[in-house]
């Protein structure tokens, strides 16, 4: 079983840039789909990335694309997403989550095709 870490959270200011990590441990993570989802208090966790494990394939809600980018380094189990031009609106506990069977494209932006997740850095944008 894999175990998912996530740091880099935090607070910033509209427009702001950070970079979240998902360090992955246990099972072969490198071989694994991830993506990140997050959620707000009260409100359904969404998707907002996704990345298949050779990174050939990306995925973004429509309410990132342009502004996040995700992307891994399967010599050091880690999944990035880089977050820029920072919104209030993407204030949430950002989660990731991880697969050990193969995902077929629409698979990678629904929550039950993920079988582990790791437990939630929060980030929070000032406006």
């Known amino acids: 079983q894999v175990q998912l870490v996530e740091s880099g959270g935090g607070l910033v200011q509209a427009g702001d840039s950070l970079t979240l990590s998902c360090v992955g441990s246990?099972?072969?993570?490198?071989?694994?789909?991830v993506g990140w989802f997050r959620q707000v208090p009260g409100k359904d966790r969404e998707f907002v990335a996704a990345?298949?494990?050779?990174?050939?394939?990306?995925y973004y809600a429509d309410s990132v694309k342009g502004r996040f980018t995700i992307s891994r380094n399967n010599a050091k189990n880690t999944v990035y997403l880089q977050m820029n031009s920072l919104k209030p609106e993407d204030t949430a506990v950002y989660f990731c989550?991880?697969?050990?069977?193969?995902?077929?494209?629409?698979?990678?932006?629904?929550?039950?095709?993920?079988?582990?997740w790791g437990q939630g850095t929060q980030v929070t944008v000032s406006s």
């Open positions: 990345i298949s494990w050779r990174a050939l394939r990306t």
């Open positions: 989550a991880s697969s050990g069977n193969p995902l077929s494209s629409g698979d990678y932006y629904t929550q039950s095709q993920y079988d582990v």
């Open positions: 246990g099972r072969a993570f490198s071989q694994d789909g």
